[in-house]
């Protein structure tokens, strides 16, 4: 199986005009504060202290651009972006949020796909819905994951994904970082929809 041999974090800034030059192919991933996007980056490339894990929110509004060499050679860029959905933050902030969340969205030529996270006993909120329309009318490829399945019993698993796929319209995958579950099978994912 093709995997990631090595990592190095290229860029973290919270303006547009400084991100790295779009020379892989880039896979997004968004979620709301404390979903578990950091814990599955982390999974994904195969080392624990890459993105940073914490059980208290961070704040940080910066996206992270870490370019991954694949087994076959091959580079993509895995992108970190900010989290949202924080009680406390002003409308304001967050409309400043939702603008440049978009309009990284809409300007990168390299981004092959986007992977909103939810966790799996929450589902998607009105952020995520709002997202799924917004990258549906850009013409962006967006996979859902479902993090944290460990928290969901084995047996109501399937059902469980079967009702978030169907109340989003888009394909849905179940992770577990905690277990390395379904890690290797969104692996697989990123690395066919970057065209390798
Ligand atoms: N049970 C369980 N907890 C997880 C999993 N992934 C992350 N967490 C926990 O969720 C919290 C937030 O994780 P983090 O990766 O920092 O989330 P982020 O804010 O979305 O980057 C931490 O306490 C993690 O230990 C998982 O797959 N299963
Ligand atoms: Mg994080």
Not at 21 to 33: D, I
Not at 73 to 97: I, M, N, Q
């Amino acid at each position: 199986m093709t995997r990631i041999v090595e990592t190095i974090l290229v860029s973290s800034t919270g303006r547009l005009d400084s991100l790295p030059e779009p020379t892989h192919p880039e896979v997004a991933f968004a979620g709301r504060s404390n979903v578990g996007k950091s814990s599955l980056l982390n999974a994904l490339s195969g080392r624990k202290g890459l993105f940073k894990v914490s059980a208290t929110p961070g704040r940080t509004r910066t996206i992270v651009h870490v370019e991954a060499r694949l087994s076959t050679d091959a580079c993509l860029y895995l992108v970190d972006l900010p989290g949202y959905g924080y009680a406390k933050v002003s409308k304001d902030a967050k409309d400043a949020w939702a603008d440049f969340m978009h309009e990284y969205l809409k300007c990168r030529t390299t981004l092959h796909l986007v992977v909103i996270l939810v966790d799996v006993r929450r589902g998607p909120e009105q952020e995520e819905l709002q997202l799924i329309s917004f990258l549906q009318d850009n013409g962006t490829p967006v996979l859902m994951v479902a993090t944290k399945l460990d928290r969901v019993r084995n047996s109501q698993q399937k059902a469980v994904l079967d009702r978030l796929q169907q109340e989003t319209g888009i394909p849905v995958m179940g992770t577990s970082a905690k277990d390395k579950k379904g890690i290797d099978r969104l692996m697989s994912t990123v690395i066919k929809r970057c065209g390798f």
